[in-house]
């Protein structure tokens, strides 16, 4: 089964600008969450999205947002760049079944957001 | 999310088991302990998991104490390829603010000698 898959894997921008990553989960997976990994904050937690649905959000501004289609895939989205966006960010996704022991998240590789 | 307590860094030495312990006293009956790995630059993978009972898979062992107030992980043989950091996480049960939310620590940053 492939793994998850995240476009693109290096990105450098200009402050002001906005940026779309995208991130293609596990076939049959139906849950995706969004991560920040930055040397001074560690990984942090953007949100999460379920069958389209943004079912919960972590302490960002308004810039991040994202979206999730029909397939699962998502997109999350930065507007007004600014320089400590810099960072790894990171999408995982799950089946985000009723049953706790089937919830474990699978990462893909990361797409790394340079902001000039 | 039950808190986590892990030692910042371990050493090992190629070959070797190394056991990677976790302190998780606030967990609640019904709440699983995951283990995942982050190897530098790399997304965390997943390692392992579970409730009560002992869990080995081909990458590693969990060995959860009866009170179920810690957790030990265990590579049988450490190779370097192992050197990663390690994060012991107990996610909260699914509903409300903890959908799809795992919260890391600072983990341990375990180094595999030669």
């Known amino acids: 089964k492939a793994g998850v898959t995240q476009t693109p894997r290096y990105l450098i921008k200009t402050r002001g600008q906005q940026v779309t990553l995208s991130c293609s989960p596990i076939s049959g997976h139906r849950s995706v969450s969004w991560y920040q990994q930055t040397p001074g904050q560690g990984l942090q937690f953007l949100f999460e999205?379920?069958?389209?649905?943004?079912?919960n959000k972590g302490n960002f501004p308004g810039r991040f947002s994202g979206r999730q289609f029909s397939n699962s895939r998502s997109e999350m989205n930065v507007s007004t760049l600014e320089l400590g966006d810099s960072a790894l960010y990171l999408c995982?996704?799950?089946?985000?079944?009723?049953?706790?022991?089937?919830?474990?998240?699978?990462f893909g590789p990361g797409t790394r957001l340079t902001v000039l | 999310d039950a808190k986590t307590t892990q030692p910042p860094s371990m050493d090992c030495a190629e070959g070797r088991a190394a056991n990677l312990p976790c302190n998780h006293s606030t967990i609640s009956g019904n709440e699983y302990v995951y283990w995942y790995r982050q190897i530098h630059s790399q997304g965390p993978q997943y390692i392992i998991h579970g409730l009560k009972n002992n869990e080995t898979n081909e990458m590693a062992s969990l060995i959860i104490t009866e009170d179920r107030k810690s957790s030990t992980l265990i590579l049988p043989h450490a190779t370097l390829r192992d050197t990663a950091v390690y994060y012991c996480i107990v996610p909260p049960l699914t509903g409300g603010t903890s959908y799809g939310k795992l919260t890391f620590g600072q983990g341990t940053i375990l180094t595999v000698h030669p």
């Open positions: 995982a996704s799950s089946l985000a079944s009723n049953y706790p022991s089937r919830n474990e998240q699978f």
């Open positions: 999205y379920f069958s389209e649905t943004q079912r």
